[in-house]
């Protein structure tokens, strides 16, 4: 009989020997729910972005001019999740389930009191932003709408988004994949609902999605605290009172991931006020070609999750060698799976941006864009990959400043020339070789492998 996979992982923690076939296989069996999961996510941005881009390209250029600002939101989440998520991942490599419960204690609160800050300043902020990135009186008033109601519920998002990680940490990748394709699912009812039978379009669009993150969050809350084998909370009376081990341990991953987002989005922003100037029908298909992309990236994020977890795990254990061979097989299969979705991509590049947008200029444009992308998503892919196995071995730091150098260096500074003679084409020219670049630097940080020495290993075991 074969191994499962929680057979597979009680192998790593336990030192037990894994065969290179037995190690494929678990890549793939952690891997699968995460890219579902991801794939979720991108059919809910996909199911967002068609409804309201069917409203007119007016209705789907005030997301676009706002996403920007929320992906830096989202990216400060996701920072924090991290910096406690990673932990569990190595508790779990030492066979410390208590230490694992303590450390998800402190991330519910910890995760609540910065989700609640976001939430108050996000919303401080919405009636000014679309003015402040260049919007005009056309599409103003829906994006501030739209930005002030994905604030609202920013605390649900975190919540979900905390929770997932940390079951995903703990390779239980199945149970957040479900929810997140359930999540897709509510999306599609309360979108439909608002959107349509209620007849509040862009603003319909912002409270479906804020209703399925709020239900999924709390769904996934109630498995990890009350049904979770290992973590779940009801086994043991404990403080959630965050401790100063554990804070400095999630500053240290955190830190850099949060300065990194709020470069990287920075540039994002940027990028947003470089196109904003080509006009409506520039800003939609920007919108819209990077919400079609995504079906061809979130893949590679789905398999970066699985990495962390198989990273983060072996180097809890104490097996740097075994860390490194599920780097290396990790980014190998989001590389090859990214790259046919490429080929994908460029085919049918004109039927995606159809499904988005019912505007032949937007199509045509978008297609256009999208066809340059394809040639980039092999190194995006080993990008993503790599620095998902980087951040389950605590190294953040270096993959921070990798990423936010080959932003601006090499993506933001030539596209501020090349915009201006090339439009968004030129702007997409600069993007896919920046991502190209960037694949570049991080295999050759794998390779090297420096980045197994961020955080000592515990327990040592065979390599094998």
């Known amino acids: 009989m074969a191994a499962t996979k929680d057979i597979l992982l009680k192998s790593i923690r336990n030192g037990g020997s894994l065969t290179l076939g037995q190690q494929i296989r678990l890549c793939l069996m952690l891997s699968y729910p995460a890219i579902l999961a991801q794939l979720s996510s991108v059919m809910m941005q996909y199911i967002d972005a068609s409804m309201v881009g069917h409203l007119g390209p007016a209705a789907g250029a005030s997301i ?28 779990f490599g030492a066979n410390d389930f208590a230490g694992a419960r303590s450390v998800l204690r402190q991330a519910l609160v910890c995760g609540l009191g910065f989700s609640l800050f976001l939430a108050v300043v996000g919303m401080s902020i919405s009636p000014f932003l679309p003015y402040w990135l260049g919007g005009g009186q056309d599409i103003g008033p829906d994006a501030s709408s739209y930005f002030f109601i994905m604030s609202l519920f920013m605390p649900a998002m975190l919540m979900d988004w905390t929770c997932a990680a940390i079951l995903q940490a703990s390779g239980n990748m199945k149970v957040p994949s479900l929810l997140s394709i359930g999540m897709c699912l509510l999306d599609v009812v309360f979108n439909y609902l608002f959107i349509y039978i209620l007849d509040m379009g862009v603003t319909g669009a912002a409270l479906g999605s804020g209703m399925a993150e709020l239900i999924t969050g709390a769904a996934m809350f109630s498995f990890l605290a009350f049904k979770s084998p290992e973590l779940n909370l009801r086994q043991e009376k404990g403080s959630y009172r965050p401790t100063r081990v554990v804070l400095r341990k999630a500053l240290g991953i955190s830190g850099p991931m949060a300065f990194q987002n709020l470069l990287m989005r920075g540039a994002h922003i940027a990028s947003t006020v470089i196109v904003a100037p080509l006009g409506t029908i520039s800003i939609a298909a920007n919108s819209f070609a990077i919400t079609a992309e995504s079906f061809c990236y979130m893949p590679g994020y789905g398999i970066a999750d699985a990495s962390t977890t198989l990273v983060g795990q072996s180097i809890g254990a104490g097996r740097r060698s075994l860390a490194k061979r599920f780097a290396w097989i990790t980014t190998g299969l989001g590389m090859g799976i990214m790259g046919l979705l490429a080929v994908l991509m460029y085919i049918f590049a004109p039927q995606m941006m159809g499904l988005l947008s019912p505007d032949a200029e937007v199509i045509g444009l978008g297609s256009r864009v999208l066809r340059i992308e394809a040639f980039a998503e092999l190194g995006y892919a080993a990008s993503i990959v790599a620095y998902g196995a980087c951040v389950g071995a605590g190294d953040t730091k270096w993959p921070s400043i990798m990423n936010f150098g080959s932003m601006w ?8 020339f090349l915009t201006r ?29 420096r980045w197994l020495d961020a955080t000592p290993g515990g327990k040592q075991a065979p390599d094998n």
């Open 409 to 416: 260096i090499i993506r933001i500074i030539p596209a501020i």
């Open 421 to 449: 003679v090339y439009g968004l084409v030129g702007f997409w020219m600069c993007m896919a070789v920046e991502l190209s670049f960037r694949g570049v630097i991080f295999l050759i940080r794998l390779y090297r492998g």
């Open 64 to 91: 676009g001019l706002v996403s920007t600002c929320l992906w830096l939101f989202g990216g400060f989440g996701m920072a924090v999740t991290s910096g406690f998520s990673v932990q569990v991942a190595h508790l």
